[in-house]
């Protein structure tokens, strides 16, 4: 229980020792939110699970980087929602910072596993991604750059399932095969709604590199993009809904280059 009491230390950390006002509705939602996410992750996910002492793993090599892409997009999203919902504009860089230290327990939690630790690698693509939107947010350009995601299913997923995932709530998460992480940017100011995206994913992941069949590869995209946070509309509810949804890449045209060459998509996800 000592190892699981690390969550709520993180969290408090995250906060700083004095408390924010207690009509935070961020702050004391978050310690909910997260509070219970983590309570859960740990019943369902560690708890059973061998453990020893705290330790470091390197994972670098798995899956072509496409996990540690996820963790970048993570922290950034998640920097991105504190950073546009925050009341304290004094303590900007800190609500910049939660991408970083709300995806912190996990390492922690991993660090504890025997078939796992905490990764360096996770560690600096948290990073990354908190400092990305921090930066963004702090130069005034948060609305014109973005990380986006996108998926589609991919075959190989259905050959391993306790891997990439057993339904598509699952593998949306899970199978890095279909996943696609997007670097967007809106470059006309007159029409701040059109922008570029240029994407990377990898196809043919099995796992640890000794466990691959058959050989995996990388692959880039370049393709249309819509920020969608500046689409000119006036409802509030929908600036809101446009918002959330800019965390997506829309199915666009889209050029694809791997070591099979290129070729283009109508409509790409």
């Avoid at 993180?10 to 009509?23: I, R, T, V």
């Avoid at 496409?66 to 303590?91: E, I, N, P, T, V």
């Avoid at 997923?157 to 940017?185: H, M, R, V």
Wanted: hydrophobic share 45%; proline share 4%; glycine share 8%.
């Amino acid at each position: 229980m000592k190892r699981f009491w690390s969550v709520f230390v993180c969290l408090k950390l995250a906060w700083g020792f004095k408390p924010l006002h207690a009509q935070d509705t961020l702050f004391w939602g978050s310690v909910v939110a997260y509070s219970a996410a983590y309570t859960g992750l740990w019943f369902v996910w560690y708890n059973g699970m061998p453990q020893t002492r705290f330790h470091f793993f390197n994972d670098w090599k798995e899956w072509l980087q496409m996990d540690k892409a996820g963790h970048l997009y993570a922290a950034f999203q998640q920097s991105r929602l504190y950073l546009q919902w925050q009341k304290d504009k004094k303590r900007w860089w800190l609500y910049g910072s939660m991408g970083f230290l709300s995806l912190l327990p996990l390492e922690i939690m991993d660090g504890f596993m025997v078939e796992w630790g905490a990764s360096w690698g996770d560690l600096v693509a948290n990073a990354t991604g908190a400092l990305l939107a921090t930066t963004l947010y702090a130069t005034q350009q948060q609305h014109r750059w973005s990380i986006k995601y996108s998926y589609h299913p991919e075959r190989l997923s259905d050959y391993y399932p306790k891997t990439f995932g057993e339904n598509l709530a699952q593998k949306i998460f899970k199978d890095y095969n279909g996943q696609t992480y997007w670097l967007c940017w809106a470059p006309i100011k007159k029409y701040p709604w059109i922008g570029i995206a240029l994407g990377y994913g990898a196809a043919n992941l099995q796992g640890s590199p000794e466990k691959f069949t058959i050989t995996p590869f990388r692959e880039y995209y370049f393709g249309l993009d819509i920020n969608l946070r500046n689409l000119p509309v006036k409802k509030r509810w929908l600036k809101t809904l446009f918002w959330l949804a800019d965390a997506i890449r829309l199915p666009l045209p889209t050029l694809a280059w791997d070591k099979q060459g290129f070729r283009g998509y109508l409509l790409y996800f």
